[in-house]
């Protein structure tokens, strides 16, 4: 029974700032890659922030410098906090888990067949 669990989304105007928050369970947390994807309208889903196997951070070049991807292992919970929104932040943000692969002793997260959450919507207003 694997939930994840997005929250903290709403509206605001451009510039403000929303914290989303992702509640984990149901699956060894800490042996899965984390991350938030997006996905607007009419469009694709497509990753904003995620860690990789290595710990190492991957941003959207659209949201690097305004968006933090952190994590509380502890907690099973994962966190986007997002700054000077821009309208084109707009999109239902998801929650994804991705499993691990191992080769050679090298590790990477595929991004594929991920556990998702239901997603929380922001809509960023000008």
């Known amino acids: 029974q694997v939930h994840l669990v997005e929250s903290g989304g709403g509206s605001v105007q451009a510039g403000g700032s929303l914290r989303l928050s992702c509640a984990a369970s149901?699956?060894?947390?800490?042996?899965?890659?984390m991350g938030w994807f997006r996905q607007a309208p009419g469009k694709d889903r497509d990753s904003v922030a995620r860690?990789?196997?290595?710990?190492?951070?991957r941003y959207d070049d659209a949201v690097k410098g305004r968006f933090t991807i952190s994590q509380d292992n502890a907690k099973n919970t994962l966190y986007l906090q997002m700054n000077s929104l821009k309208p084109e932040d707009t999109a239902m943000y998801y929650c994804?888990?991705?499993?691990?692969?191992?080769?050679?002793?090298?590790?990477?997260?595929?991004?594929?067949?991920?556990?998702w959450g239901q997603g929380t919507q922001v809509t960023v207003s000008s």
């Open positions: 860690f990789e196997s290595d710990g190492m951070i």
């Open positions: 149901g699956f060894p947390y800490s042996s899965y890659c």
């Open positions: 994804a888990a991705s499993i691990v692969r191992v080769s050679y002793g090298i590790k990477w997260c595929p991004w594929e067949n991920n556990y």
